[in-house]
């Protein structure tokens, strides 16, 4: 299935020509639904444990931001929204199986959220990304734009979860199963979270952060060609080095 639908998305990825925008938002339409049915990914998990961006599904999404016009959506509650009309608010029903409880939370269409996922208001889910049966997404918890979410995570309250949608080579940021994301914690620029990890309250990751490895006595740090990556089982806490040098030493 994807495959075909690669083959309609991709000859608009660098632009629409001219009387072919019907066909390209026909293509970014299936390529829509496909996101929202989970068969199609922003990134995925090879044979060998490494994350890669689908850069086809990437670009993909950024032609709906293209072909989209700003436009009012439909009402949801006492909210109303001005967006791109090509990305209004998901809508579930009871057979979606999705828990999205009363108080302010939105989801956006173009995402897949899992039967079994509990969405505790207010938070919130952009376009691309993909959540996991039975993760809760705490309060105040924002999943990013193709941020990848796997099964029983639990998102804490204000955790934010960032996305990247350009380059559309740029692998997202990656949590994977059973891991436990704690409250105020940010993780930014394609960090990979690996399978039963714990990320301790306040903690920052970036693409610049080094993780101190205590018990192997190892640095962990992002590279050009790999992002950081928290091994599996791993607790990381937020720490600080002292400054030795002048002026901070004084």
Not at 189 to 203: P, S
Not at 208 to 225: E, N
Request: charged share 20%; hydrophobic share 45%; aromatic share 6%.
């Amino acid at each position: 299935m994807t495959a075909g639908l690669r083959g309609r998305v991709e000859p608009f990825a660098e632009g629409v020509p001219a009387g072919r925008e019907a066909e390209a938002r026909e293509a970014f339409q299936a390529l829509r639904e496909a996101l929202e049915a989970g068969t199609a990914r922003a990134a995925e998990r090879g044979d060998d444990g490494v994350w890669r961006a689908n850069a086809w599904v990437k670009a993909g999404i950024l032609l709906g931001f293209r072909l989209g016009q700003l436009a009012a959506l439909p009402e949801a509650g006492p909210f109303r929204f001005l967006d791109k009309d090509t990305y209004g608010v998901r809508r579930f029903t009871t057979e979606d199986r999705v828990r999205l409880v009363p108080g302010g939370s939105a989801v956006r269409e173009g995402a897949y959220l899992a039967p079994g996922v509990i969405c505790m208001p207010p938070m919130y889910v952009n376009v691309g990304a993909w959540v996991g049966e039975g993760t809760m997404i705490d309060s105040h918890a924002l999943v990013g734009s193709c941020a990848q979410v796997g099964r029983r995570v639990h998102l804490s309250a204000a955790a934010q979860i960032g996305g990247v949608l350009e380059p559309a080579g740029a692998v997202p940021v990656v949590i994977e199963d059973d891991v436990l994301v704690g409250g105020n914690t940010g993780l930014y620029e394609g960090a990979v979270v690996k399978t039963r990890a714990v990320i301790a309250a306040g903690t920052v990751l970036t693409g610049s952060t080094p993780i101190y490895d205590l018990p192997r006595q190892q640095l962990i740090k992002a590279a050009p060609d790999h992002p950081t990556v928290v091994p599996a089982g791993a607790v990381v806490v937020p720490g600080a080095r002292a400054v030795t040098a002048a002026p901070g030493r004084d």
